[in-house]
């Protein structure tokens, strides 16, 4: 395994475990921001929107500046943005922390797609079957 794949792979698997990670904490973050389940679901729609304003930038900088930079810097910004939900406890708060966690999210899914592209050509074998694979891990 070449070192651009296995490093593809593991950012691959990081995200699949920091997403698990910060939903095993919902119960927790509904109950701490005082959240029925319609509230809790309406301000879950703040990481939607984020995702979605960032994807299309994320790809854009991905061409301009590299897709593994993108990726680096999309996966330190979720690693850091990741801990902002378990730290609010005003709804408000959470869905501004959930807008910036979408975002880092959004960013990184677009940018390590865009390069397992790469890696794959570079490696000369399919690999998105097992990126993939190992997000859902």
């Known amino acids: 395994m070449t070192r651009a794949r296995l490093a593809i792979t593991t950012i691959f698997l990081s995200n699949g475990f920091l997403m698990a990670a ?7 973050i509904k109950a701490r921001c005082a959240l029925d389940d319609r509230g809790l679901g309406t301000v879950l ?5 984020g995702a979605l304003c960032m994807m299309p930038l994320a790809g854009w900088l991905a061409t301009r500046i590299g897709s593994r930079n993108v990726t680096i810097f999309m996966a330190l910004g979720l690693c850091l943005a990741i801990t902002g939900p378990l730290l609010v ?11 910036v966690l979408g975002a880092f999210n959004g960013g990184l899914d677009v940018a390590m797609n865009t390069h397992a592209v790469a890696v ?4 000369g074998k399919p690999i998105m079957t097992f990126t993939h694979a190992m997000y859902s891990l």
């Open 22 to 28: 910060w939903v095993s904490h919902l119960p927790a």
């Open 45 to 49: 729609w703040a990481a939607a929107a």
């Open 89 to 99: 406890s005003h709804w408000a708060a959470l869905a501004a922390v959930l807008f």
């Open 120 to 123: 794959q050509t570079i490696v």
